[in-house]
């Protein structure tokens, strides 16, 4: 049925219908046509646009807000990723300098290996006698210099578990730098022994 009457106690629209059965004992039931009598200057009409001018202030200013939030989590990403890559880069300048460390050295053992093989084939016993007081220095500094260098080295993985979303709001996750160095060094029976005082050096053989 349509609607044709408006009841005052309840401020509702009604149908005939309601108008006898629901509304029967309110006190004042009216045709539309008649309650709606100066509706334009009415306090319903005020209240309602007061109303709706409310709700819609309200949402526009979600929609800023939500807005912001939206360019602070790009903004956010940006920086996150700028640090992961900032952390790489170090990671990587540590491995880098840790590696040349290294390769130095080994070219410096293999330099001894190959002096002290040159010379049991081609130097005299007191040549090859000169030279391996001068490489047990060498050794022994290097022995020392490994027992001190593997702990400090690590086995760097940058790997990233994420969290729910709900608790990513107050974090993202973690990141994990490293582990231990699985490499050991087993030193010789002289890794523990002092490094002997200065000795005479032996010159490279030209020959």
């Known amino acids: 049925m349509s609607l044709e009457f408006y009841c005052s106690n309840h401020e509702s629209l009604c149908c005939r219908t309601c108008s006898v059965n629901t509304h029967r004992t309110c006190g ?7 309650a709606a009598r100066g509706i334009k200057s009415s306090v319903m009409l005020y209240d309602v646009t007061t109303n709706l001018k409310g709700l819609l202030k309200t949402a526009e ?8 939030n939206k360019e602070k989590i790009a903004k956010s990403k940006a920086t996150t990723l700028q640090t992961i890559d900032n952390f790489k880069r170090q990671l990587i300048q540590e491995a880098e300098s ?3 460390d290294i390769e130095i050295r080994c070219k410096a053992i293999v330099d001894l290996s190959e002096q002290l093989e040159f010379l049991t084939k081609h130097g005299s016993e007191s040549q090859i006698l000169m030279l391996l ?3 047990r ?3 022994s500094k290097q022995e020392n210099d490994f027992q001190n260098l593997i702990p400090s080295y690590e086995c760097s993985d940058v790997s990233f578990k994420a969290s729910g979303i709900k ?4 974090s993202l996750g973690s990141m994990k730098k490293s582990v231990p160095c699985s490499i050991e060094h087993k030193p010789s029976k002289h890794a523990q022994a002092q490094v002997p005082p200065e ?4 010159p490279k053989s030209s020959n």
């Open 28 to 34: 004042k039931i009216l045709p539309i046509d008649v």
């Open 61 to 68: 200013k979600l929609v800023e807000d939500r807005t912001k």
């Open 98 to 100: 840790e590696l040349s």
């Open 133 to 135: 007081n001068t490489i």
């Open 137 to 139: 220095v060498d050794i």
């Open 167 to 170: 608790s990513a709001l107050k």
């Open 199 to 202: 000795c005479v050096k032996m």
